[in-house]
């Protein structure tokens, strides 16, 4: 075994000692174009160092059980205050130091897992339990190795045998052959995830840059041509696919869910709704699911570059078999605009805005801001008396769509004012004379409505142009573009904030969000992240601005039907169990918990708990009468000739039936419309 370590412990440190250079290379071009691009730039100094230091401690160590507390010692007192020089003078040799310390731990790491896996486990010792909702101090020493790892795969194995009934006494009942089959299923995931870590391919090299570039803000990254290519395609409605979608069944294994009958999946004949994946190859490496994070996961199967996939599979518990697929361009059903009509004696007319998706190709007209114009018209044949526009958990996507969205629903005027990082400040406006659509408009907001989205809907805000109803948003007020490092490269690219946006008042939602006019909970409030959640988020501030805009209509009429809105609320049960759900939620998650003993009773009543909230959370419905939701005229017909859509469809249908902000949203259109 100490062969084997010092032969691999020796071929990284050559191949690490050929790839410093070139690290220190890549991290100096991200600094340059930093320094002289970025919306904030600062000094690479001993604040960058700890921020990249402690990040890439987390990323390797997440539980804090794998370096011992000598080696983390060791390293912090190498680099922690020190990694900012070693980067300004080429030396990334650092890098290599960490990783091979790394490897050791993940090596001694697996063998007491094999160690483990064929001795006793005692489930009758006294013992206890604790969860960190944070990051704790790495408190690992080498004599406690074999004790951390067995406490943490007791638990496992626990938890494991709790999950597979609601009857206790049948547990303990039956709880050698139950624990029997979950050990060596838990036991062999996990070092099969340890076997993972040490035959991947890629280094730290890429965590190291985006710790880098995430110093001076959250949304500047580092990007591979493979990572840009799978961004750039996330903004457009249309990209290769598999044609199938997946979930987590109760036993964590990843299920085949849904198969779309125009992709590639369904068309080779060979796979069903309910298969199991069991790996996944893109021809150059092959991932364990069961042993694999779910991102690694996500990135074999959505990544652009993976063009040709093989699935191994199972079904109904058989033989393991194999499907290539090759990946089609497809319509992203969850990625494009749709619309439905509310209600039949005053209709009012819904639209869904996923995402900011672009038309990339400057072709189709594929873009956002067109499909949205399309639907408008075909609502306002059926003569629409107001409209929903729905951002909620819309994260954003092209500026340049919600620019040119925002101007087809304001008359004229300015939008927002961009300023660069030489303070240099330009003015945004309207790129259309006119409206769309002239009617009264309630815009869904929450707290993954993000960016671009952001931008839209405070224009309209400030514009006395719709109603906010929902959730304040995350907070984004930056534009980011993508960059080469250099003019030679095409695979080394930086994704980099170059513009901070503000509103005409001069005032901006940066790191706060944009507030509704009516506030309403949602589910998770307490637990979403928010740009504010961001320990380098750019800081609020204003501008002084002597604009002039024109606001649709009276900010005085707004106000009103806005505090009308809130009183009608103010003891709607629906609302009120979401803060009685989310104060359960918060208790859960963020509040410190008692230590918890290692028993089967203590864990399955845990069990019990988390179950009971999470039925709680999916079957809790809305009181409100059903609301009566269907397709516009020229939809109802485009579903005669494209009856394939009509699964989602009807699903989309059934989800707005009962949707508590929209029943609200209606509410408010037909008050403002009886206020006129």
Excluded at 394 to 410: C, D, T
């Amino acid at each position: 075994m100490k062969k084997v370590l010092l032969a691999f412990l020796l071929m990284t440190n050559i191949l690490f000692s050929q790839n410093s250079d070139k690290t220190c290379e890549i991290l100096i071009k991200i600094n340059t174009l930093i320094q002289s691009e970025h919306i904030r730039p600062k000094p690479v100094d001993d604040s960058l160092s700890v921020y990249v230091f402690d990040n890439l401690m987390d990323e390797l160590d997440p539980s804090r059980n794998i370096f011992f507390k000598s080696e983390y010692d060791e390293m912090s007192k190498n680099y922690r205050l020190n990694l900012d020089d070693l980067i300004l003078k080429g030396d990334c040799s650092f890098l290599s130091d960490i990783k091979t310390k790394y490897i050791n731990g993940l090596l001694r790491t697996k063998a007491v897992l094999e160690k483990i896996q064929v001795g006793p486990i005692h489930y009758n010792t006294k013992d206890t339990i604790r969860f960190y909702k944070k990051a704790f101090t790495f408190y690992l020493k080498k004599e406690d190795l074999e004790k951390v790892w067995l406490k943490k795969i007791r638990y496992q194995i626990l938890d494991d045998i709790a999950e597979t009934s609601n009857n206790l006494d049948s547990l303990k009942l039956n709880f050698k052959s139950i624990e029997l089959q979950s050990r060596a299923i838990i036991l062999s995931n996990e070092i099969c995830r340890i076997n993972t870590l040490l035959e991947r391919k890629d280094t730290q090299q890429e965590n190291l840059y985006n710790f880098f570039c995430t110093y001076f803000d959250p949304h500047t990254a580092y990007f591979s041509d493979d990572s840009k290519s799978s961004f750039v395609a996330s903004l457009s409605k249309e990209h290769f696919s598999l044609g199938v979608s997946l979930k987590l069944n109760e036993k964590n294994e990843i299920i085949i869910e849904e198969l779309d009958p125009n992709g590639p999946a369904f068309q080779t004949g060979q796979i069903k709704k309910g298969d199991q994946i069991v790996s996944i190859s893109n021809q150059k490496e092959t991932l364990q699911v069961s042993c694999a994070s779910l991102e690694s996961v996500s990135t074999m199967i959505l990544s652009e570059s993976n063009k040709k996939i093989t699935l191994t599979l199972k079904r109904n518990s058989g033989k393991n078999f194999e499907v290539y697929i090759e990946k089609q361009i497809m319509k992203d059903e969850d990625n494009s605009v749709y619309s439905f009509i509310i209600g039949r004696d005053i209709k009012i007319g819904y639209i869904k805005i996923p995402s900011f998706y672009a038309d990339l190709d400057e072709k189709d007209r594929k873009g956002c801001a067109d499909d949205v114009a399309r639907e408008v018209m075909k609502l306002e044949r059926d003569n629409i008396k107001g409209l929903v526009i729905d951002l909620i958990n819309n994260g954003g996507g092209s500026m340049e769509e919600a620019i040119r969205l925002s101007g087809m629903f304001v008359d004229y005027g300015p939008l927002s004012i961009v300023q660069d990082n030489k303070q240099d400040r330009s003015i945004i406006n309207d790129p259309y004379r006119g409206l769309i659509y002239k009617g009264p408009i309630v815009v869904l907001i929450n707290s993954n409505t993000a960016s671009a989205s952001e931008f839209f809907a405070s224009i309209l805000q400030d514009y006395n142009r719709a109603i906010l109803l929902g959730s304040s948003t995350l907070g984004k007020a930056t534009m980011q573009t993508i960059i080469p490092l250099d003019e030679n490269t095409t695979t080394d690219f930086l994704k980099i904030s170059i513009n901070k946006f503000y509103r005409v008042t001069g005032k901006s939602h940066q790191n706060i969000g944009v507030k509704p006019d009516v506030i309403l909970p949602e589910f998770y409030e307490n637990v979403y992240q928010k740009e504010s959640n961001f320990p380098t988020a750019i800081q609020n501030d204003s501008i002084i601005t002597l604009l002039k805009y024109k606001p649709y209509i009276k900010r005085s009429l707004i106000d009103k039907i806005a505090k009308n809105s809130s009183v009608r609320l103010a003891d709607n049960y629906y609302f009120k169990q979401i803060k009685e759900i989310n104060s359960k939620i918060d208790e859960m998650i963020n509040v410190p918990k008692a230590e918890v003993p290692m028993t089967l009773k203590a864990i399955f009543e845990q069990k019990i708990n988390r179950n009971k909230l999470w039925t709680e959370i999916n079957t809790f419905n809305d009181q409100n009468n059903p609301l009566d939701v269907y397709n516009s005229t020229v939809n109802q017909f485009l579903l005669g000739v494209y009856p394939a859509e009509k699964t989602i469809n009807q699903y989309q249908i059934d989800n707005l039936k009962t949707n508590p902000y929209l029943n609200e949203a209606v509410h408010i259109i037909n008050e403002f419309n009886t206020s006129k």
